[in-house]
């Protein structure tokens, strides 16, 4: 049946996660590789030049099936699509639990993983991976389950338990985050677009605005991922500091997400808000249709 398959490949940045290798679906030809990026100027996503390593984008080679979509059960190859797939839904989901302006959870490396089909109710997957705090470029190894569901609930978006995170879960940054509230909560004065630039580059003033925008994504992200997509943050179009409300810090943003499967980039509206007691909410999430940067044949 291997004989039949028709296989794209498909080459993609995938930014700012660490992201190491994302591969084939089923048991089908890995093409596995670290690419230097500075070898595809054109890539989709910006290099950020001059950041610490962990910034630094790792082209993938995706090899997608095309025609028959066979989900393997059983233990999975940890670097192969369909546990990297699984294992970016736990990075989404522990920015939406612990993301802050000053923490920012990506995915290094899977190094399990298994999934059974779990009756009516869809499949699950176990995982052993590595998150990375990147903003302290700290890593530890968590384990997890995720839950796709199945059948009519396809509207729902997966579950996910994650255990043995917790000593990364304690990084303290509350002085900082007091910090930055009481600088915006007595000057609304927050406006800022395109981070990063074309040239990879934001301004230090803003960072903690990227990181707040890229975690208010992985809300959007989490939501939307099925076990089809693989999301990434590609960048903040714009966000501009709403008048507070309830003590919440208040943000327009406009995002613009990745997916690494579809080869889309896909524009949201997000209205954000963030204290350091409350942490990081997303009131009101909404696909926008307005995306200068989507099509790259117009201005
Ligand atoms: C990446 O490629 C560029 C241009 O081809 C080259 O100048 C640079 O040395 C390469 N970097 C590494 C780490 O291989
Ligand atoms: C991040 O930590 C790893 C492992 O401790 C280290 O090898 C790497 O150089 C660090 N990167 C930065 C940017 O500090
Ligand atoms: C308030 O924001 C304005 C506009 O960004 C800036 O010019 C001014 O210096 C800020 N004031 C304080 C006290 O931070
Ligand atoms: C932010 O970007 C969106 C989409 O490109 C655009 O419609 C909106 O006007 C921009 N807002 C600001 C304040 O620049
Ligand atoms: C992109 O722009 C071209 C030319 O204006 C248009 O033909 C195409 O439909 C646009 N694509 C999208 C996705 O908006």
Redesign the pocket.
């Known amino acids: 049946m291997h004989s039949t398959m028709t296989l794209w490949i498909v080459f993609a940045v995938a930014g700012l996660t660490g992201l190491n290798g994302v591969s084939g679906t089923p048991a089908e030809t890995v093409t596995l590789d670290d690419v230097n990026t500075s070898a595809h100027p054109n890539s989709a996503l910006e290099t950020l030049e001059g950041e610490e390593n962990f910034w630094k984008p790792t082209v993938v080679v995706v090899v997608v099936e095309a025609e028959e979509e066979v989900m393997e059960t059983g233990e999975l190859n940890p670097s192969h699509y369909p546990a990297q797939r699984a294992a970016k839904v736990v990075q989404h989901y522990i920015n939406t639990q612990h993301g802050s302006p000053y923490k920012v959870f990506g995915l290094q490396r899977v190094f399990r993983a298994n999934a059974e089909d779990v009756s009516d109710s869809g499949r699950k997957y176990h995982l052993e991976l590595s998150v990375q705090e990147m903003v302290h470029n700290t890593t530890l190894a968590c384990t997890a389950e995720v839950l796709f569901p199945g059948g009519e609930k396809t509207e729902h978006w997966p579950q996910v338990q994650v255990s043995s995170c917790d000593e990364l879960l304690k990084i303290d940054t509350s002085a900082q985050e007091e910090a930055l509230y009481q600088k915006y909560n007595m000057n609304h004065s927050l406006s800022t677009q395109n981070l990063p630039d074309s040239n990879g580059h934001i301004e230090p003033d803003h960072e903690p605005f990227w990181h707040l925008g890229t975690v208010a994504s992985s809300f959007v992200m989490f939501r939307e991922s099925t076990q089809n997509t693989l999301y990434n943050m590609a960048q903040v179009d714009n966000a501009t500091q709403l008048a507070t409300e309830k003590d919440q810090l208040k943000f327009d943003y406009h995002v613009l997400l990745h997916d690494l499967v579809s080869q889309e980039i896909i524009p949201w509206k997000l209205l954000v808000t963030w204290s350091p007691l409350e942490g990081v909410k997303v009131q009101k999430m909404e696909k926008s249709s307005n995306c200068r940067h989507?099509?790259k044949?117009?201005p």
């Open positions: 989507c099509n044949s117009q």
